[in-house]
């Protein structure tokens, strides 16, 4: 037996991009970030953030496109999944993804990002519940439009 599951909690990088098939599915891209804080050797914490690229079909893809927003933090499970693309230099190149089976909407709506335009904004300078944003994610990701579905 084996088992390919990924399950990840962590926040929005950037809006979900929506996009269809040639058979007219939605396909909803989502780039979540998860933050883990170690000791380096010195003893001082550090933040480590990992970019995640999910993707996500269907119903689903529609819901997430419609209600998420950069920030907001969600529940994604899934599988991995690497394929093969070429990029504009002809080049093979291989991108590992999460697609997911399920996704949920974590925070309440009351945070950042939340998708909702009558949430009152939060100041992350007094509200501890309110981290910084994390970086940006790496250069390198394909280019979608040219990825056959």
């Known amino acids: 037996m084996t088992v390919n599951k990924a399950i990840l909690v962590g926040n929005l990088g950037q809006d979900p991009e ?3 098939t040639a058979g007219g599915s939605p396909v909803c891209t989502l780039r979540v970030a ?3 804080r170690r000791k380096d ?3 001082n914490w550090s933040d480590y953030t990992e970019w995640h690229t999910v993707v ?3 119903r689903q893809a529609e819901t997430a496109s419609t209600y998420l927003r950069k920030g907001r ?3 994604v499970e899934g ?3 690497t394929r093969k693309w070429q990029d504009r230099n002809g ?3 291989w991108t ?3 697609v997911a089976d399920s996704v949920r909407f974590l925070g309440g709506g009351q945070q950042q990002g939340s998708g909702r335009r009558d949430a009152p904004r939060r100041d992350p300078d007094t509200d501890p519940g309110i981290q910084d944003e994390p970086p940006p994610p790496p250069d390198g990701d394909p280019p979608y439009e040219d990825v056959p579905f």
Request: proline share 0%; hydrophobic share 30%.
């Open 34 to 36: 998860t933050t883990d």
């Open 41 to 43: 050797k010195d003893g």
């Open 91 to 93: 080049q093979d190149r």
């Open 79 to 81: 599988r991995l999944q």
């Open 18 to 20: 929506l996009r269809t």
């Open 56 to 58: 996500v079909f269907g």
């Open 73 to 75: 933090m969600v529940y």
């Open 96 to 98: 590992t993804e999460i």
